[in-house]
């Protein structure tokens, strides 16, 4: 779909404590498939796996692209996650950049932002020189003031209640991945 002239691409993100982060993005991404929006999907920390998201994207069309190691939090290699890091953000860069896509979603960004694997003010920057009809969402707990101060939409999900932490309950398939 090319892009409109009357439409204003917004910088979107979702973060927080709470789940529903990817959730609300995937939501986002549906509504944008019924426009015929032309997506592409970056997960900055998920390895290509058989999760239920990537399963359906992919039926659905859009392009998606683990760049991670999965939790890099257990990850001993520091050097190997800010390398994956890096990388990835010039696949996505390119990308935005690009004028290919109707929307860019970068799947937990804000987690390597917050670990310190990227730079918040590289990221804006490139986000500044967007093509002015591309959304950009951005998911992941820690998003840095300074990305919310230039997103243009920000929801913060609240945890209430989560069963691992009162039941002791595993992610669930099909809910959580």
């Known amino acids: 779909m090319p892009a409109e002239k009357s ?3 917004l910088t979107i993100v979702f973060t927080g404590e709470g789940k529903g982060k990817t959730s609300a993005a995937l939501g986002t991404i549906v509504r944008a498939l019924g426009h015929g ?16 998201e990537q399963r359906t994207l992919k039926r659905l ?11 890099t939090w257990r990850n001993k ?3 190997e996650d800010i390398d994956l890091a890096r990388k990835g953000w010039e696949k996505a860069a390119a990308a935005i950049k690009s004028g290919k896509y109707d929307m860019v979603v970068l ?5 390597v932002l917050d670990y310190g694997f990227l730079k ?3 990221v804006i ?20 003031g ?6 243009d939409l920000v929801t913060e999900m609240k945890m209430v209640k989560h069963p691992y932490h009162s039941k002791g309950i595993k992610a669930q398939e099909g809910v959580e991945f």
């Open 77 to 79: 290699d520091r050097d």
């Open 125 to 144: 920057k490139v986000l500044e020189a967007k093509p002015e009809a591309l959304h950009v969402v951005i998911t992941g707990r820690g998003a840095p």
């Open 37 to 52: 929006f032309r997506i592409k999907v970056y997960q900055f920390i998920k390895t290509p796996s058989k999760t239920g």
């Open 107 to 111: 799947d937990e960004l804000n987690y």
């Open 7 to 9: 439409r204003i691409g």
């Open 146 to 151: 300074e990305l919310v101060d230039f997103a």
């Open 120 to 122: 918040s003010h590289s």
């Open 61 to 71: 069309g859009v392009e998606v692209e683990s760049l991670g190691k999965g939790f």
